[in-house]
């Protein structure tokens, strides 16, 4: 059986305080490495984050596309529930609605993502979110009026915020730590074009047949629908597994991400990672204790 950080005891015995000796600290044994030759060693756990980051493309693209179209005309004649001027029109209350429950919604997606993630795995976080933004899809697309168009704001948004936490949390666990900085800013980076790409699907609706919006909102599907293909491929976070002690789990996902890389030691390196966590537990004790 191999050593885990649960056969040392870190607590040896000693006849005088001055005589104890402080725990060893552990550290990755590519600490000393740089960005450049991480990026080359690394090239497969940065696979697994990028194919994760689609999911941050698709968040843009999920937040953009249904705020733009609704000054689509064809969408203002389906959801008007007033009149101006003589013409179809969409109240602003209405609008102010649609926007403060959608920003409630994504707060509680935000909470909900970081709370579940730890119980059903950052991966089990990811279809959930997946499946709420397909869902959020189809009733936008089948939506006759502006309460409908309601329900699916609340699960894109809350969709939305579930992706925010979950991607963050499993990109920094993944990537190697001389990367995760980067691996953030790439997520703000695939974000933008999501973002960028609905505004131009909105212009190029806007330019062909403004009354037929519906196929626009249906092109969500294809953005989702490719980051789902990438899920069935990306491996569970091993600090997920890690924390709830399934020691044999754990380090069969850093076998699977990162044995391909010359001298890296599982059974090591999963020890770093059991002492930081043991870490991160004796600091919020002693947060819990000062409160």
């Not at 997606?109 to 959930?128: E, F, H, L, N, P």
């Not at 991607?167 to 990367?179: C, D, H």
């Not at 190029?204 to 599907?221: G, H, M």
Request: proline share 3%.
């Amino acid at each position: 059986m191999e050593p885990t950080m649960h056969d040392i005891d870190v607590k040896p015995e000693v006849s005088h305080v001055e005589d104890a000796k402080p725990q060893e600290i552990l550290e990755t044994r590519f600490v000393s490495e740089i960005r450049l030759k991480t990026m080359r060693k690394f090239w497969k756990p940065l696979l697994f984050c990028m194919m994760v980051n689609w999911a941050a493309l698709n968040d843009g693209f999920q937040n953009q596309l249904p705020g733009n179209i609704i000054a689509n005309s064809g969408f203002i004649h389906t959801m008007a529930n007033t009149v101006v001027d003589g013409s179809p029109a969409i109240s602003s209350n209405v609008i102010s609605l649609w926007g403060g429950i959608g920003a409630v919604a994504q707060t509680i997606g935000q909470a909900v993502g970081a709370t579940s993630s730890d119980y059903i795995g950052r991966k089990g976080a990811m279809w959930m979110f997946a499946i709420l933004f397909l869902a959020s899809s189809g009733v936008s697309i089948g939506a006759s009026n502006w309460k409908v168009w309601l329900g699916a704001k609340v699960l894109n948004q809350l969709a939305l915020g579930i992706a925010i936490s979950t991607i963050v949390t499993y990109l920094s666990e993944v990537a190697p730590f001389q990367l995760r900085g980067m691996m953030m800013g790439s997520y703000q980076l695939m974000f933008g074009i999501g973002q960028f790409i609905g505004s131009i699907a909105t212009q190029v609706l806007q330019d062909t047949n403004p009354e037929k919006w519906r196929p626009t909102i249906a092109s969500e599907f294809v953005i989702t629908g490719i980051f789902v293909i990438f899920l069935i491929f990306v491996p569970e976070s091993h600090y997920y597994y890690a924390r709830k002690g399934q020691d044999e789990k754990a380090k069969k996902v850093m076998r699977r991400v990162y044995g391909n890389i010359e001298d890296y030691d599982v059974d090591y390196e999963y020890l770093v990672i059991e002492q930081s966590l043991q870490h991160e537990k004796s600091l919020h004790h002693l947060q819990h204790q000062a409160d």
